[in-house]
Structure formats: structure tokens, C-alpha cells
Nanobody, 121 residues
């Protein structure tokens, strides 16, 4: 069982910055992709940014140029540097990992518990 632990959320003023971190247990596993999603009450969870183990990155249009996703050297960590934050970035941010769990190549999805980001105007 893989556990994802997020940290780094908090309250920040508009225009400020925060850095989210996510560490996955089971460092010997292949964390094929690690991603950040966010969700606000009454809305569907949306992909914010993603990073594959091969280095491919992708971003939601709403955060391009402001957020940067990166993977740690150990490959079971992912970070989200969020700059120029706006009130509409307020949400619960979730870490997600797509993990190869055995030698046969089976993959499973795992989610963190979420960390709250609040941007005041």
C-alpha cells in the first residue's frame, strides 16, 4: 500500500507564493507519474499539473506561467511551486500518483489526504 503525504498548504495573500510537497511511501516502487489536483466545494476535482518519471510536464491553462511542478531526485516526491497566487486558486490540493506495483506492470492510483490552500484578496 502506498501512502502519499502532502505538506505546504496555508493562507497567503493574493500575489504571494506557496510550495507544496508530496512524498510517497514505497520508494522502491516506480512512481510512473505524480500529479497535483485541486477541488473546491461543489466542483469536480481538476488536474493542476502533472509530471511523469520520464520528465514530461503538463499544466492546466489557468496555472501556466505561475505554477511549476517538479519531481524529487528520489522519484517518489513531487513539488508544486505556486507563484502569483490568485483568490481563484483557493482549493484543497491533492497529490496523486500512478504507481507500477509489481513486476508484471500492474498500475494503481493513489491519493493524498489533501492540503488546503487559501488565497486572500
Amino acid at each position: 500500500q502506498v501512502q502519499l503525504v502532502e505538506s505546504g498548504g496555508g493562507l497567503v495573500q493574493s500575489g504571494g507564493s506557496l510550495r507544496l510537497s508530496c512524498v510517497g511511501s514505497g520508494s522502491r516502487l516506480n512512481f510512473d507519474s505524480m500529479n497535483w489536483y485541486r477541488q473546491t466545494p461543489g466542483k469536480e476535482r481538476e488536474l493542476v499539473a502533472g509530471a511523469t518519471s520520464s520528465g514530461r510536464l503538463n499544466y492546466a491553462d489557468s496555472v501556466k506561467g505561475r505554477f511549476t511542478i517538479s519531481r524529487g531526485d528520489s522519484k517518489n516526491t513531487v513539488y508544486l511551486q505556486m507563484n502569483s497566487l490568485k483568490p481563484e486558486d483557493t482549493a484543497t490540493y491533492f497529490c496523486h500518483a500512478h504507481v507500477v506495483v509489481n513486476v508484471e506492470g500492474a498500475r494503481r492510483d493513489y491519493w493524498g489526504q489533501g492540503t488546503q490552500v487559501t488565497v486572500s484578496s
